[in-house]
């Protein structure tokens, strides 16, 4: 869905380690592989403030704000998820490079999205067309009778 959702912007690549990765996943080893294949690289990881404010649950978190300059945008809490948008980011806050992005606060999350089509509803207008027929015609999300 990500490779379909980033077709069309030739200057990302997708990059599917994570996914075929045998075992556990974490970012610290994802990182750790991105600096061995291209030395003196700079890395950004862009979270939402949700994730950010429990990056220190994250397995070697203090490692990976030593690596990475952490990216995070506001979001919109979602129904259940306990983010509170007064919360500071704290583990981000002892991150020697980080960066608050100024963009505009989506009014859904993923976790939204998937509990509406689980419910039945449209999403085709929250989300890139060709990952809206992905998911319809995988029936990704909902439970077939």
């Known amino acids: 869905m990500v490779q379909l959702a980033f077709a069309d912007l030739a200057s990302a690549a997708v ?6 990765r045998s075992g556990p996943s974490y970012t ?16 950004f990881l862009i979270l939402g403030a949700d994730q950010a404010r429990v990056l220190h649950r994250w397995k070697a978190y203090q490692d990976i704000i030593g690596v990475a300059t ?21 583990a981000v806050q002892t991150a020697i490079r980080q960066v608050h992005l100024q963009m505009p606060m989506l ?25 809206a027929r992905y998911i319809a015609h995988h029936h990704l999300y909902t439970t077939i009778q």
């Open 28 to 43: 610290i080893d994802t990182l750790h592989e991105i600096m061995a294949l291209w030395p003196g690289c700079q890395l």
């Open 107 to 131: 009014p859904i999350s993923a976790t939204d999205i998937r509990t509406l089509i689980a419910a039945g509803a449209d999403v085709t207008a929250m989300i890139h067309p060709q990952v």
């Open 70 to 90: 952490i990216c995070f945008a506001d979001r919109a809490c979602s129904v259940g998820d306990g983010c509170d948008r007064a919360d500071a980011p704290t």
């Open 15 to 20: 990059d599917d380690r994570e996914t075929t």
